[in-house]
């Protein structure tokens, strides 16, 4: 459509039809948008670039077939007119790769906006009609906040990722995204700027920042979600000192938590490359596996309640404490001297798994938990310890280098495996070995002497080497 036009006239676009405004043209008369599948992929209301349709549109049918109701091909199109409803609540739809802007602050339909695909750029941030309608990503599309720099405020409009993936490009501008976010997609932060979340939200995509800040305005703004560091700046913005809750962490991109902490739910396995550093501390909980490969300078210590911590760099976990809250475990990925102290709650099996690696546990383990030992690989305790809870050993070598090494409590053959000391001396634990365990004693040419009970529960073997 490129002719002349007023804006005493109505168009009426019929369902299944699409009306077409070519480059550069401004349409001021009324537009009638009646749905249907248009059968073709750039919706009803196609503006090629730099067309406007500056007159009122009414969305009036529901679109089907997956259709949308405005689309631009390539460039931008622009609709500066009122958009409202008619014939009940109705959702405004942006399809196409080229970018739709919105500008009029009087737009009134109820229903929320799709974006089906490519961006949605909006001229102010309450331009998508009443607040309670959702802003829903159900393809790879983008919302582009500010036609530029200056559409600073906060967007009201609630956000759903539906198994599909979408981007928050704050394109310069400050923005607090206030509704809540719920769905199974992907958040993508986009552009300069700074979008703060404050909503306690329960979706479960990843949350990746490529550019710009994002801020975390409640501790609970991405508690189901990984965050995924590739470029950009996440703060913290919740006043005072506070943990903040995590699906996940991953990426490359480095992370300063201050003085607030991280505690890392996972429900999902994540792997994080970048360094993490603060005062605050670190605490793994979730039965999925979260990976730490580089470095860290976070001192607040490292909180272990569930599932598998898996560090591929010995100083992963900064320079604080590990304490086993729950029952869970410590993996290593390389070998090398770990110089944490470590700490195992009461009622808690605090394990530590070698894999094929040799270790040594150079700072002192306390508690009233149990330590145990798995993994192929050779794990040394050089010092006394004063954990009270006994020790299990499932596999691999367990090497003292302290007579008083074990703590107090029973020490158990859970599966075969070596015990070998480095000292002569007397070790008064107890001793059990559970039925079908080779269990082996190495003295390396030390003297030792067993004062405990040596007990088992049947068919179970000591056997003495060195």
């Given at each position: 459509m490129n002719g002349a036009d007023n804006a005493a006239q109505t168009v009426n676009v019929l369902q299944n039809s699409t009306l077409y405004v070519a480059a550069g043209v401004t349409k001021n008369a009324s537009i009638v948008l009646n749905g249907g599948s248009t059968?073709?992929?750039?919706?009803?209301?196609r503006l090629e670039a730099n067309a406007n349709w500056a007159g009122p549109v009414t969305l009036s049918g529901t679109m089907t077939g997956g259709s949308g109701y405005v689309g631009a091909n390539t460039g931008t199109g622009t609709i500066s007119g009122t958009?409202?409803?008619?014939?009940?609540?109705?959702?405004?739809?942006?399809i196409g790769a080229g970018t739709i802007v919105v500008t009029n602050t009087a737009n009134s339909y109820t229903g929320g906006t799709q974006i089906i695909s490519g961006p949605l750029q909006i001229g102010a941030l309450n331009v998508l009609g009443a607040a309670t309608g959702t802003l829903s990503f159900t393809g790879p599309g983008g919302l582009i906040t500010g036609t530029s720099a200056g559409a600073?405020?906060?967007?009201?409009?609630?956000?759903?990722?539906?198994?599909?993936?979408g981007t928050l490009n704050t394109n310069g501008n400050s923005v607090t995204f206030s509704g809540l976010i719920s769905g199974t997609g992907n958040l993508f932060k986009a552009g300069s700027g700074t979008a703060t979340i404050t909503g306690s939200n329960a979706f479960s995509g990843n949350t990746t920042v490529s550019?710009?800040?994002?801020?975390?305005?409640n501790v609970n703004a991405l508690q189901a979600s990984i965050l995924t560091?590739?470029?950009g700046t996440t703060t913290f913005v919740v006043p005072g000192t506070n943990t903040y809750n995590l699906g996940g962490l991953s990426g490359t991109g480095n992370l300063d938590m201050g003085a607030n902490s991280l505690a890392l739910l996972a429900s999902r396995a994540s792997t994080y490359s970048g360094t993490l550093a603060g005062t605050g501390s670190l605490t793994k909980s979730g039965t999925a596996v979260v990976t730490l490969s580089a470095s860290n300078s976070y001192s607040g210590g490292?909180?272990?309640?569930?599932?598998t911590l898996t560090i591929n760099n010995l100083g992963a976990i900064g320079t604080g404490t590990v304490t086993y809250t729950g029952t869970s475990t410590l993996r290593t990925g390389t070998s090398g001297t770990i110089a944490n102290a470590f700490a195992i709650n009461s009622g808690v099996t605090g394990t530590f798994d070698t894999q094929a690696f040799a270790n040594t546990l150079s700072g002192p383990i306390s508690g009233l938990g149990t330590f145990a030992k798995m993994g192929t690989g050779t794990l040394t305790l050089p010092s006394s310890n004063a954990y009270t809870g006994g020790t299990r050993l499932s596999a691999g070598v367990l090497a003292i280098g302290d007579v008083g090494a074990l703590g107090t409590g029973t020490f158990t053959y859970a599966g075969s495996s070596t015990l070998r000391t480095g000292t002569s001396g007397t070790i008064a634990n107890p001793f059990a070995i559970n039925t079908g365990v080779t269990a082996t004693f190495d003295t390396q040419g030390f003297a030792n002497t067993l004062s405990g009970l040596i007990s088992g529960t049947g068919t179970g073997t000591l056997v003495k080497t060195g």
């Open positions: 059968g073709e992929p750039l919706g009803q209301l958009i409202s409803e008619t014939g009940g609540s109705r959702t405004l739809s942006k600073s405020g906060t967007f009201v409009y609630p956000i759903a990722f539906l198994a599909s993936s550019a710009g800040v994002l801020s975390l305005g560091l590739s470029g490292t909180q272990l309640n569930a599932g």
